[in-house]
């Protein structure tokens, strides 16, 4: 009876570890299955019967065939964004580019091809007025004056021209300078026909002067030669009382 017994248990215990074993079998084909589509679903009955479309699809829809594609739509993705960058770059370069050619000073200097022959010109009329100052009455202090005015706006003219910077605002600073110029052009011109003007004034007066002088001198030669003559006179007529 207890041999019964025991040889009962025996047979339960095996049975157990042959279920377990495989089960354990059948698991691990699931997984495999799962993560990479090798190996095949157990038991093929069960899945069969109960789970047909999950068998059927099983190996094509594996772990690792999602993770394949899943790298390669995130490569994709970093490919597209890795070209949109590269395509950003190219163009903030080529912008730069421009702004560089915009901003060098030199040959491309488009405003001062504009600009520079009114600036030129102002700048010409301007010197010729200020060789002016001092023939025309003005002091040799002011025409230093001027002079130095001159000199610092063909400086502004030059640093302008030196400068980085972007051709409107470069093209801006030359029409300050002509404008600056033309304003100070106009009042030497001004000044200049006030010191002619007093000038003619001075050389009308004085050869007035000259004039008045001169008639004075005569005057007073003459008064001296009829004084001369009227002695004379009165000496002869005293002679011809004596005798």
């Known amino acids: 009876m ?3 017994f025991v040889l009962s248990v025996f047979c339960c215990l095996a049975s157990i570890a042959v279920h377990a074993q495989s089960h354990d079998g059948a698991v691990m084909n699931q997984f495999l299955v799962g993560e990479t589509g090798a190996g095949a679903l157990q038991p093929q009955l069960y899945y069969t019967l109960f789970h ?21 739509m995130a490569l994709t993705k970093e490919e597209l964004h890795a070209q949109g ?42 010197k010729k007025n200020i060789e002016r100052v001092t023939l025309d009455g003005g002091t040799p202090a002011e025409y230093r004056d001027w002079l130095s005015k001159w000199n610092a706006y063909n400086q502004a003219i030059q640093a302008a021209r030196d400068a980085y ?6 093209q801006e600073a030359y029409i300050n300078i002509y404008q600056t110029v033309f304003r100070e052009n106009k009042a030497l011109t001004e000044r200049i026909l006030f010191l002619r003007s007093n000038k003619e004034t001075k050389d009308i007066l004085q050869k007035r002067q000259q004039a008045k002088d001169v008639k004075l001198s005569k005057v007073g ?5 009829a004084q001369g003559r009227w002695k004379l006179a009165m000496a002869s007529a005293a002679s011809l009382g004596n005798n």
């Open 2 to 4: 207890f041999k019964s």
């Open 165 to 170: 910077m972007p051709m409107g605002n470069r």
């Open 85 to 126: 960058l590269d395509s950003a770059l190219i163009d903030r370069a080529r912008v730069e580019a421009l702004y560089i050619v915009d901003r060098t000073p030199g040959a491309g200097d488009i405003a001062w091809i504009g600009e520079s022959e009114k600036v030129n010109n102002i700048m010409d009329m301007f």
């Open 221 to 225: 030669e003459a008064a001296k030669n």
């Open 52 to 72: 047909k479309s999950y068998g059927n699809s099983a190996n094509a829809t594996n772990k690792l065939l999602y993770r394949g594609q899943m790298k390669m």
